[in-house]
């Protein structure tokens, strides 16, 4: 069974603090990544990556910055954390020729306070 | 315009009812597409495919219109179970980057 874990379920953090959020799977797949989701907005996408060290920008990047060195974990930092980045944060992970197979973790409820 | 665009809802439907809903994309260049589930305070799971001719999976059917730019989910003798978000996925370029969500459908199932 295809099993994505987060780090965390609820975080509260404060403005301005570094926050990291860490995703691991157990699947070997090659695709990772990291989404937000909003009410009325849906999942949007910030960050992808196909391979290690490898990433690309999605729709949302700014404010946000990830980091891939082994292949089961995909890490999406917060540099300096804003109110705004008040969220449901979920990362997936996929084959890398069946990208669209998407596995969710939980999600994390991010709270900037 | 937002890229997938699907109706919020909610639809609320009696057990047993038949219910179908729609998703459309505007960009052209979309090659492939999927419904996913959403249940409330869970994580999205692939439901299922969407192909040219249309496919069934027991008591759902999705069809595509590309003529239209549009897509659909029908569930048939729908069960309290099916009480979830439905989430239309559409995938440009065949790209992993390029996959939009759709902001749900919210389906609710009354006994």
């Known amino acids: 069974d295809v099993k994505v874990t987060q780090s965390s379920r609820y975080l509260v953090k404060r403005t301005g603090e570094k926050v990291f959020l860490e995703c691991v799977q157990d699947?070997?797949?090659?695709?990772m990544f990291w989404y937000r989701q909003d009410p009325g907005l849906g999942l949007r996408l910030i960050y992808f990556?196909?391979?290690?060290?490898?990433?690309e920008k999605g729709d949302i990047p700014e404010g946000y910055s990830v980091s891939r060195e082994k292949k089961e974990r995909f890490s999406l930092i917060l540099e300096s954390a804003s109110t705004n980045q008040t969220s449901m944060y979920l990362c997936?992970?996929?084959?890398?020729?069946?990208?669209?197979?998407?596995?969710f973790g939980p999600g994390t409820r991010l709270t900037v306070t | 315009r937002k890229e997938v665009e699907q109706d919020p809802g909610p639809f609320n439907v009696p057990e047993g009812a038949t219910v179908a809903f729609n998703c459309t994309y505007s960009?052209?260049?979309?090659?492939?597409f999927f419904w996913y589930r959403q249940d409330c305070r869970k994580e999205p799971k692939l439901l299922m495919s969407v192909y040219s001719s249309g496919n069934e999976d027991g008591r759902f059917t999705a069809q595509l219109n590309r003529a239209s730019q549009y897509i659909s989910l029908l569930i048939r003798d729908s069960k309290l179970s099916d009480s979830a978000t439905y989430l239309c996925?559409?995938?440009?370029?065949?790209?992993?980057?390029?996959?939009?969500f759709g902001s749900g459908t919210r389906l609710s199932i009354r006994p």
């Open positions: 960009n052209s260049a979309s090659q492939s």
């Open positions: 997936a992970s996929s084959h890398g020729d069946r990208s669209y197979e998407q596995y």
């Open positions: 699947m070997d797949h090659e695709n």
């Open positions: 990556s196909y391979d290690v060290k490898m990433k």
């Open positions: 996925v559409v995938n440009m370029y065949s790209s992993a980057s390029k996959i939009i």
